[in-house]
């Protein structure tokens, strides 16, 4: 047995982590939770004295479980990278977007990875948690370790085991959602999953290559990114029929086998699904491969911001009222109900469109009261009272927060724009048009 496989074993291992967001954080805490001395490793000043504070960031952390564990000395954070020769394994947890011209952005994988190098030791185990494309952890990662003059699977443990993080799932959590692990070896594999077996209530499935794992995480987003495009071209059809899309959706879901139901909306957001299948078709063209099928989804969620806007204007021009000079109040920007998340938000872009076509748009969020796009803080109201209720032309709805009073809202407002069908309980509909 390995020194390090031991000192998982008798948790007297000290942890790195990589990143501490949406992601890293929880994983951290989970780490200190089980019982390791814990090191939170991140460039933003601001995070690292919020943990070491014992003050909270993320909605899937338990605030008493942080304070808990920096308060007895198994958690603390550092912009400092030296503190990695401390550790035992690292985990690397770090943003994985988009550029400019919508092809992967390595950059933040690359510089932990280089980080690392200078404070690398012998017996000690990497994993890669960040989303990318099938062949990043030996590819990019593996060379760049190398340059220590420590060998991969010999001096040094290497492995990918893709987050599967869910902001605002009560349900499933860190803790309790299976975890896929792959190694550069078989040794690494083994190493890599005892790490996650000593902290995690969940299964652990290993496979046979870091590769395969990245390639799973990627089937995984992409899988749903297809289905999404599939029910959001369906709603566009079938509001040219006259036909619900999600009274056919409640239909198809009564089948108690060979169908899964998902939900058209504004477009994707969020960390994984809009990015995820980007990596794959960039990947894809390395071998001369077009993944069709993928790419017209793509096209299909990212259009949906704009169709929205269209039915938006074919809606009040209906009231005869236009588009341009109208006070549009768009219910919700964070990419799914009941969190702080904006990231990649399509409410955003449905905000933009509006403001294309010369609406005047203002937004409420009870979760987010401020968002920063394109350089500028942008701050929503900070109530929804009658008097803004019916100071608007038309409402949009972009998510569906179960916090909000949607009868309230359907009262006192002229026109409902649902893209999400939060308001599919109330029965005085007039005023109310769904996606």
């Known amino acids: 047995m390995s020194n390090l496989k031991q000192k998982l074993l008798n948790k007297t291992a000290t942890l790195g982590v990589i990143g501490l967001g949406y992601v890293g954080l929880p994983l951290a805490v989970e780490k200190a939770k089980a019982g390791y001395r814990t090191i939170g490793f991140d460039v933003q000043e601001a995070k690292v004295d919020m943990v070491n504070a014992g003050k909270n ?11 808990a564990i920096v308060d007895s000395g198994f958690l603390s ?7 990695v ?13 988009l550029d400019a011209h919508q092809q ?37 990662l593996k060379p760049i370790l190398e340059k220590s003059g420590l060998k991969c699977g010999e001096d040094f443990y290497l492995a990918f085991s893709p987050e599967r993080v869910d902001p605002g799932n009560l349900i499933y959590k860190t803790k309790n959602t299976p975890k896929v692990v792959g190694g550069i070896t078989p040794a690494c594999t083994d190493i890599a999953a005892t790490l996650y077996e ?23 987003n992409t899988y749903r990114n297809i289905n999404i495009g599939l029910v959001n071209e369906l709603a ?19 089948k108690p086998y060979g169908f899964q139901a998902f939900y058209p909306g504004p477009g994707l957001g969020g960390h994984c699904i809009p990015l995820d299948p980007y990596y794959l078709s960039w990947k894809a063209r390395e071998y001369g491969f077009h993944t069709s099928m993928i790419e017209a989804s793509m096209m299909v969620n990212d259009r949906m911001p704009e169709y929205c806007v269209e039915r938006a204007s074919k809606i009040l021009n209906r009231y005869k009222k236009a588009m341009n000079g109208s006070k549009v109040l ?37 979760y987010i009261p401020e968002y920063r796009e394109h350089g500028k803080v942008v701050k929503g109201e900070p109530e929804l009272t009658t008097a803004l209720i019916e100071s608007v032309d038309l409402i949009v709805i972009t998510t569906a ?3 909000v009073d949607y009868d309230f809202v359907q009262k006192h407002a002229k026109i409902i724009f649902d893209t999400k069908n939060v308001m599919k309980e109330i029965k005085n509909r007039e005023n109310i048009e769904v996606l």
């Open 330 to 366: 768009v219910l919700g920007v964070a990419y799914k109900q009941d969190i702080d998340d904006y990231r990649e938000s399509p409410a955003i872009r449905v905000i933009d469109e509006l403001e294309k076509e010369g609406a005047e748009v203002v937004y409420f969020d009870p």
């Open 85 to 97: 020769a401390k550790a035992d394994c690292i985990c690397i947890c770090v943003p994985t977007p």
């Open 77 to 83: 954070a550092t912009t400092d990278f030296a503190q």
């Open 57 to 67: 960031y993320i909605g899937d952390v338990v605030n008493e479980d942080l304070e």
């Open 104 to 140: 992967p952005d390595i950059s933040y994988v690359r510089a932990s990875a280089e980080s690392i190098v200078p404070y690398m030791h012998k017996d000690m185990l990497i994993v890669l948690e960040s989303t990318t494309y099938p062949g990043t952890t030996e590819e990019l």
């Open 236 to 254: 566009i059809l079938c509001n040219k029929m006259g036909i619900s899309i999600w009274e056919v959706i409640d239909a198809a879901k009564s």
């Open 401 to 403: 927060h179960s916090s």
């Open 198 to 220: 000593s902290i995690l209530e969940a299964p652990i499935h290993r496979v046979s290559t870091p590769a395969v794992a990245e390639m799973e995480k990627i089937l995984e």
